[in-house]
């Protein structure tokens, strides 16, 4: 079967760095989503992979690795409204839009 | 309004009533989602339609009823619901079906079933 696999929740510090890995076994593969959820909230875009590499936006950057089947979301100089909900997502080989079930990150002061 | 607006956004009902969830999609986009989403599980697309007509279903039960009048508007309809339904009911739109364009959310319906 398909999978996606994050951690279930994470903590960090305002102002450091943190790593949300994502790993995924699935039929094929034809990109990766990171979407943020704020709790009540919609989920939103934050970044799209499909080469191998590191992709850079502001203080967000994702990475992707195709043959180990992983992706991280590094968040740098984190702030308290980055607390939300992580969420990856694969695109298999029929277009299917696979979902892990999210990474809840906790901000403290 | 902008992007993809859900009402209500927050439905109680009993196992009995009927109710309907309301999605609306200002970005020009030819297909719309309904995905379920419960606490700590992945999201669950319940139904995809692509220009109006409803390309997938996947095995959601007949107590869940869709119905996309235009592509900018997009309905489920909901009757003799269980407990389990419970859930937050979130809407999409994205460019195209059957790419891997961006999928766009509303905020969701927070649905209790009683």
């Known amino acids: 079967g398909q999978n996606i696999d994050q951690p279930t929740e994470m903590t960090a510090t305002e102002g450091a760095i943190v790593q949300i890995n994502c790993t995924y076994q699935?039929?094929?593969?034809?990109?990766l989503f990171w979407y943020q959820q704020h709790a009540g909230e919609a989920p939103t875009f934050l970044s799209y992979?499909?080469l191998d590499g590191l992709e850079e936006k502001g203080r967000f950057s994702s990475f992707l690795s195709r043959s180990k089947g992983y992706s991280y979301l590094l968040l740098k100089e984190l702030q308290m409204k980055d607390s939300a909900s992580y969420l990856c997502?694969?695109?298999?080989?029929?277009?299917?839009?696979?979902w892990g079930a999210g990474t809840k990150l906790i901000i403290k002061p | 309004e902008t992007g993809v607006t859900q009402t209500p956004r927050h439905l109680v009902m009993g196992m009995t009533n009927k109710k309907s969830l309301k999605c609306e999609q200002h970005?020009?986009?030819?297909?719309m989602y309904w995905y379920k989403q419960s606490a700590k599980k992945p999201l669950e697309l319940m139904f995809v339609?692509?220009?109006?007509?409803?390309?997938e279903n996947n095995s959601v039960p007949s107590r869940f009823s869709p119905e996309c009048p235009n592509s900018s508007h997009l309905f489920l309809h909901l009757h003799t619901l269980q407990p389990e339904d419970s859930a937050l009911y979130l809407c999409?739109?994205?460019?195209?079906?059957?790419?891997?364009?961006?999928?766009?959310f509303g905020p969701g319906t927070r649905l209790t079933v009683l």
């Open positions: 999409a739109s994205s460019p195209a079906a059957g790419t891997t364009d961006t999928q766009y």
């Open positions: 970005l020009g986009h030819n297909a």
């Open positions: 339609y692509s220009l109006e007509e409803r390309v």
């Open positions: 699935t039929s094929g593969f034809n990109g």
């Open positions: 992979n499909v």
């Open positions: 997502a694969v695109w298999d080989s029929n277009y299917q839009l696979i």
